[in-house]
Structures are given as C-alpha cells and as structure tokens.
C-alpha cells in the first residue's frame, strides 16, 4: 500500500530518524501480533510497545528478558534512542520526536496512520521483567514544503479505526474505487471535518490510489 518508506522492506519496527526529519514505527493490533501496540480511547493517542532483545539462539525467550535500553557494548537500542528522545523533549532540550506510524492490517497490507508526537514513555515491571511503553499523539505535518508546517492538533481524530478498514478494504475489493487500481493506495475518509464530516463509518471511508486522492485535496483546499 502506502510504502512512501518502503514498509513492505523494513525489517524492523522502531526506525529512529530512518529519515532526517522523522523516525517510523510499525504498530499492529493483531491479536497473533507479538507486542501490545493500541489506540488509546481518546482516539488520538497511540500506545507502542517497546521491543526485546533479539532472538539469537534457539533456547532464548525473548519475553522473559527486560527489553533492554542499551546493547552489552553500551550502544542505544532503538528503545533507548526513542526513549532518550522523550528524555530531551521533557528536559526541555528539544521538540518531541515527529514519527511516522503505520499499522498492519492484514499479512503484507500497511496502512499509514499519519504522523504522530512522542511525547511520553514508561519503563515498568510486567511479571518478572521490564518493558517499554512509548505514547505517542497524533499531530499534523505539510510535506509539501521544505521541513515541516505542523498544524495544531485537530480536535477529532483522522485516524480511521482498522476494523472500518478492514471492512471497507474486502468492499472496495483492495482497489480505487475511481479507477481500479491496486497501486499506491489510500483510505479516504471522503466527508472532510472541515466541512462538517463527523463520524467514521464504512459508508464514508473508501479506498483511492495516490492520483485520485491527490486530485481530491486540490479539489478540497
Ligand atoms: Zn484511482
């Protein structure tokens, strides 16, 4: 789908400043996923787990190790680069981390969240060991320029819940609607809320290639 990041090729989940202005996440709510990524109620929030420490031998569980900060030679993690990101931002050294989230809906089907803020993480027990959580809330960046015009956050969430996708993905039959492509696709939420459109439902969510959504905003703005 969306792979502006080239998500089918990433291996990993945590990508800190894959590009030189943001980091990217690959979130899942998967029950058979292995980490407890969600959406808070708030719609506006994400809560991403942390990940272990590699599996690098048949006989370790990863799940019954702390998910470590740093690697044996001292060197961050991604969970200590995110982690020491948050640091500085609440030391009030820099902006919160600007990251990119997509979220896998089905094996090999990505869909891209939007940008988020991280803004906060813990370091807690669970059982016997320690995990990540990293909090992350929805903001607003124009690619469009050179850097980033952030808009203030929106008061309603944009973010289209999976199970809608998942419903409007089987309808509209993985294509555009306009055209019938299967390439570089998008959710469209086609009832902007700047023009009063409120809640998401199947009925108002489609799928449009990258052209036909692009032709769409000039149209809306
Ligand atoms: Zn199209």
């Known amino acids: ?48 787990e942390g990940h272990d420490i590699p599996k690098t031998a048949p006989n370790i569980n990863p799940k019954l190790h702390d998910q470590p900060r740093s690697t044996k030679s001292g060197k961050l993690t991604q969970n200590g680069l995110f982690a020491s990101a948050v640091d500085g931002f609440r030391n009030g050294k820099r902006e919160a981390e600007l990251v990119r989230v997509y979220e896998k809906l089905f094996a090999g ?18 059982g016997n060991r320690k995990v990540f959580r990293f909090f992350l809330e929805e903001t607003e960046v124009d690619l469009s320029k050179d850097g980033f015009v952030e808009n203030k956050l929106r008061q309603r969430s944009r973010v289209i819940p999976s199970d809608i996708k998942k419903i409007v993905w089987e309808r509209d039959k993985g294509r555009c609607v306009l055209c019938g492509s299967i390439d570089e696709l998008h959710f469209d939420h086609d009832l902007p809320y700047a023009k009063g459109g409120t809640s998401i439902s199947a009925e108002n969510v489609r799928i449009l290639c990258a052209r036909h959504n692009l032709q769409k905003s000039d149209k809306i703005e």
């Open 109 to 126: 089907v990505w869909s891209e969240k939007g940008f988020f803020h991280l803004k906060n993480y813990k370091y807690f027990k669970v």
């Open 1 to 48: 789908m969306c792979d502006t990041e080239g998500v089918q090729t990433l291996q990993r989940g945590m990508n800190y400043r894959l590009n030189p202005n943001y980091s990217v996440i690959l979130m899942s709510q998967r029950h058979n996923s292995p980490y407890e990524d969600k959406i808070l109620s708030d719609d506006l929030t994400i809560e991403y």
